[in-house]
Nanobody, 118 residues
Framework: QVQLVESGGGLVQAGGSLRLSCAAS????????MGWYRQAPGKQRELVAS???????NYADSVKGRFTVSRDSAKNTVSLQMNSLKPEDTAVYYC????????????WGQGTQVTVSS
């Protein structure tokens, strides 16, 4: 069973930065895409950023220019650098790993809380 373990969440003031990390129990290149999602209270889970096996990144419009997704294949980790944080970034952030589109491989981490105070 694949395990994804997130770390790095916490409380930060608006304008501050946090770095989230997701450690996978197997090679990150065994997945087609890895990403970060977030879910705020009363809202649906939404995609924040993703990175494909080929290194193509994708960002939600709300975080473009502020967040950066990266990976470290030696450590089997995917990270999310979050700068210029806003109160509306407050949410539980989840790491996700997916296989090919017709694959059943779809894994989630346990989530890490990010709280941005105004």
């Amino acid at each position: 069973q694949v395990q994804l373990v997130e770390s790095g969440g916490g409380l930060v003031q608006a304008g501050g930065s946090l770095r989230l990390s997701c450690a996978a129990s197997e090679s990150i290149f065994s997945f087609n895409v890895m990403g970060w999602y977030r879910q705020a209270p009363g809202k649906q889970r939404e995609l924040v950023a993703s990175i494909t096996k080929g290194g193509i990144t994708n960002y939600a419009d709300s975080v473009k220019g502020r967040f950066t997704v990266s990976r470290d294949s030696a450590k089997n980790t995917v990270s999310l650098q979050m700068n210029s944080l806003k109160p509306e970034d407050t949410a539980v952030y989840y790491c996700n790993a997916k296989g090919l589109p017709l694959s059943s491989r779809n894994y989630w981490g346990q989530g890490t809380q990010v709280t941005v105070s105004s």
